[in-house]
C-alpha cells in the first residue's frame, strides 16, 4: 500500500513558486479503446471522458449486457435508468486554451528541457465542453438511458450528495436503477487551478508529498488532478432477481450545512455532530472512512467531533482516510470513498493509514488488516460548509 503522487512538472513554475511539491496525476486512458468514436472524444472535457470509462466499467462489473445499440450503445435493463453524478469545478483546460486564442495570445510551455511557444486553438465545441452537466449527459447519451440525468455540486461532499439523492430516489419509487457518482479533472498544463489550491495554503508541504491525515505531521492535502467513481446503486430486489453481486445495502443519508465560511469548517463541529447523531441511532458502527483531508484545521475539528459522537479510541470504530492513499479529488472523493467502504464491507477489511505519529485517541490502525464490518459510514464535508453522512450494511443474502 503506497499513495500514489508524482513530484510537479516544472511548467508549473513559469510565474510561481509552489508551497507543495506533489500531486496525483489525472489517469491517462482513449475511449477509443473501449469503442467508442474519436469524434465523440474528441468533444469532451476530461471530467466527461473520466465519467464515461468509470461508467462503462461499473457497468461491466455489476453484470449488465452492453451491446451496439442504434447510434451508440444499449444496456438491457436499463429502459428507466436515472443518472445523477457529483463533480466539484469541472475541467477548465478547454476554456484556457479558448480565452487565450479569442485574445489572440501565446503561450509558452516549458519542461526541464526545451521552451515551446504555440498559439492555442478557439475550440468551436467549448460551450458543451464546459456545461457542469456533460458527464451526466454523455453517459445518458452514449448508453441509451432515457431516464432522468443531472450533475449536482456540493463541492467536496459532490459525490456522497449525488449517491444520497440516488438513494432517496429510489426509495421514493423515482426509478429502480441509477448511475450514480462523482468525478473531477482539475489537470491544467501550467498548473493553475493546483495554485489556486496552493495559495489557500490547503495543500500538503511534507517534504515526500505525502499528506498523513490525522497525523501530527500533517500540513495539508494531496492534489489530485482528475479521477472518478461510478456506482450502480439499485433496488434491493431488482438486483437479486437477475442475481447481481451486491457489494453492500445502503442504510442511510443525512446532510447539512454549517453556515460558518466559504472555506472552513466551523470549528464547533455542531452541524456534523448532528449529523452522526441522526444516522447512528441504534447502530453499532464498525467503520468509518473519515474526510481525512489532511489539513491541520479539518482533522482536529473532525477529530473532536469522532471523539463527541463515539467517545475514546477503544469505543470508536475502526478510522481511516482513503485521501492519505489516493489524495484529495474534490467532486470525486465522496463517490471513491463510498466505493472503498462498500468494498471494505464485503471483504471484510480494512485499509491502514500511511501516516506516523497518529493523533492522539483516535482508533486509526496503521496496517491493513481483516475484521467483520456489519455497518460503515463514509463522511464528506466541502468547501461552503456541505456536510454530508453515507451509511452502509453488510449485505446478506437470507435476511
Not at 11 to 32: A, D, H, I, M
Not at 215 to 235: I, P
Not at 382 to 399: A, D, M, Q, T, V
Amino acid at each position: 500500500m503506497k499513495t500514489c503522487l508524482t513530484e510537479i512538472p516544472k511548467s508549473y513554475e513559469q510565474t510561481y513558486k509552489f508551497k507543495s511539491r506533489y500531486f496525483v496525476p489525472k489517469p491517462k486512458f482513449s475511449l477509443t479503446d473501449l469503442g467508442f468514436h474519436k469524434s465523440v472524444e474528441g468533444m469532451m472535457e476530461e471530467a466527461a471522458r473520466i465519467s464515461v470509462l468509470c461508467t462503462k466499467l461499473a457497468l461491466e462489473d455489476a453484470g449488465f449486457r452492453i451491446s451496439d445499440g442504434e447510434k451508440y450503445l444499449q444496456v438491457r435493463g436499463l429502459e428507466n435508468c436515472g443518472t445523477i453524478i457529483g463533480i466539484g469545478m469541472s475541467s477548465l483546460q478547454t476554456a484556457f486554451d479558448s480565452y487565450l486564442a479569442h485574445m489572440n495570445q501565446i503561450t509558452h510551455i516549458a519542461d526541464s528541457e526545451t521552451s515551446v511557444s504555440q498559439s492555442p486553438r478557439f475550440n468551436r465545441m467549448v460551450i458543451p465542453m464546459l456545461m457542469t452537466n456533460s458527464p451526466a449527459a454523455w453517459i445518458s447519451i452514449l448508453f441509451g438511458l432515457k431516464g432522468f440525468s443531472f450533475t449536482l455540486n456540493a463541492s467536496c461532499a459532490s459525490g456522497s450528495y449525488a449517491l444520497g439523492e440516488a438513494y432517496r430516489s429510489i426509495l421514493e419509487g423515482r426509478c429502480d436503477v441509477i448511475l450514480t457518482g462523482g468525478v473531477e479533472a482539475l489537470g491544467e498544463k501550467n498548473g493553475a487551478i493546483m495554485r489556486g489550491f496552493d495559495m489557500l495554503s490547503t495543500l500538503t508541504r511534507a517534504e515526500d508529498g505525502r499528506p498523513q491525515p490525522f497525523s501530527q505531521q500533517r500540513s495539508g492535502f494531496l492534489f489530485n488532478e482528475g479521477s472518478g467513481c461510478v456506482l450502480v446503486l439499485e433496488e434491493l430486489e431488482k438486483a437479486k432477481a437477475r442475481g447481481a453481486d451486491i457489494y453492500a445495502e445502503v442504510a442511510g443519508f443525512e446532510a447539512g450545512s454549517d453556515t460558518y465560511s466559504i472555506v472552513q469548517m466551523d470549528p464547533s463541529g455542531d452541524n456534523i455532530s448532528g449529523l452522526f447523531e441522526r444516522i447512528c441511532q441504534g447502530i453499532k458502527v464498525d467503520y468509518l472512512n473519515a474526510h481525512g483531508t489532511g489539513t491541520t484545521m479539518n482533522d482536529d475539528i473532525e477529530s473532536r467531533v469522532i471523539q463527541r459522537i463515539f467517545g475514546n479510541k477503544n469505543n470508536q470504530p475502526y478510522i481511516n482516510s482513503t485521501k492519505g492513499i489516493l489524495g484529495h479529488s474534490i467532486g470525486a472523493s465522496g463517490a471513491l470513498e463510498a466505493a472503498v467502504t462498500a468494498i471494505s464491507i464485503k471483504e471484510s477489511r480494512i485499509h491502514g493509514n500511511l501516516i506516523s505519529e497518529p493523533m492522539e485517541n483516535l482508533n486509526l490502525p496503521l496496517e491493513t488488516f481483516q475484521t467483520p464490518i456489519e455497518y460503515a459510514l463514509s463522511a464528506s464535508y466541502g468547501f461552503g460548509g456541505h456536510n454530508s453522512l453515507i451509511l452502509f450494511k453488510r449485505y446478506r443474502e437470507n435476511e
